[in-house]
């Protein structure tokens, strides 16, 4: 059964923990994306990855780590750098065929609550 | 330049209606337009997509209208189904492996 999955799918942080989302894909994808989003708003871009051992910055990096030590895995860590880390968490992949269409497939969501 | 502009944010229509989402972009450097269908607590899942050298692209009661001098592109649903109810998104690439979203259009169908 491919696809990609993330764990868990709920997930609530005390003020000033870090917490760490997983992502899983065993879709023989290259590249991998990390998204937030916020209620009523688009999908803004975290961080992504297009090989083993390298990620690049998205939009919206500042208090979020990443690591992509196998290229089936793609954890996201929130920091408590991040003020506002409520939201819906959305990992993706998709295949580098050259060019720009090489659809993104996405997964289930996290979705973290700061209490 | 960076921004996709989407409209409207929500959409009502009755059942076998037609549903009409509008997007916009100012960088005429994108050449890569999906459109993705999200249900509440799920993850978006591709719809269909369309690159500039067509004008429009079909898949069942789905449609794309493309105006590149315009810079506009239009999700078109045909026979709208109340399981079509959810929210939807544009976005587009320039060539790269970052898509920029759209703010999204909730429809619902009704009955």
């Known amino acids: 059964d491919g696809g990609i999955t993330q764990s868990p799918k709920y997930l609530f942080r005390k003020e000033g923990q870090n917490v760490t989302l997983s992502c899983e894909q065993n879709l023989n994808h290259d590249a991998m994306y990390w998204y937030r989003q916020d209620p009523g708003q688009g999908l803004r871009l975290i961080y992504y990855?297009?090989?083993?051992?390298?990620?690049q910055k998205g939009d919206i990096a500042e208090g979020y780590s990443v690591s992509r030590e196998k290229k089936e895995s793609f954890p996201l860590t929130v920091t408590s750098a991040q003020k506002n880390p409520t939201a819906f968490y959305l990992c993706?992949?998709?295949?580098?065929?050259?060019?720009?269409?090489?659809?993104?497939?996405f997964g289930p969501g996290t979705r973290l609550t700061v209490l | 330049q960076q921004q996709v502009k989407q409209s409207p944010q929500s959409l009502i229509v009755q059942k076998g209606g037609i549903s009409i989402i509008n997007c916009a972009y100012e960088?005429?450097?994108?050449?890569?337009f999906p459109w993705y269908q999200q249900f509440p607590g799920k993850g978006p899942a591709l719809l269909i997509a369309?690159?500039?050298?067509?004008s429009e692209k079909k898949e069942g009661r789905f449609t794309i209208s493309f105006n590149k001098s315009a810079k506009q592109f239009s999700l078109h649903i045909m026979d709208s189904q109340p399981g079509d109810s959810a929210t939807y998104f544009c976005?587009?690439?320039?060539?790269?492996?970052?898509?920029?979203f759209g703010s999204g259009t909730r429809l619902l169908v009704r009955p």
């Open positions: 369309i690159r500039p050298d067509v």
């Open positions: 976005a587009a690439s320039k060539s790269s492996y970052k898509l920029i």
């Open positions: 993706a992949s998709s295949i580098l065929g050259g060019g720009s269409t090489d659809t993104q497939y």
């Open positions: 990855s297009q090989i083993v051992n390298d990620f």
């Open positions: 960088n005429t450097a994108f050449d890569y």
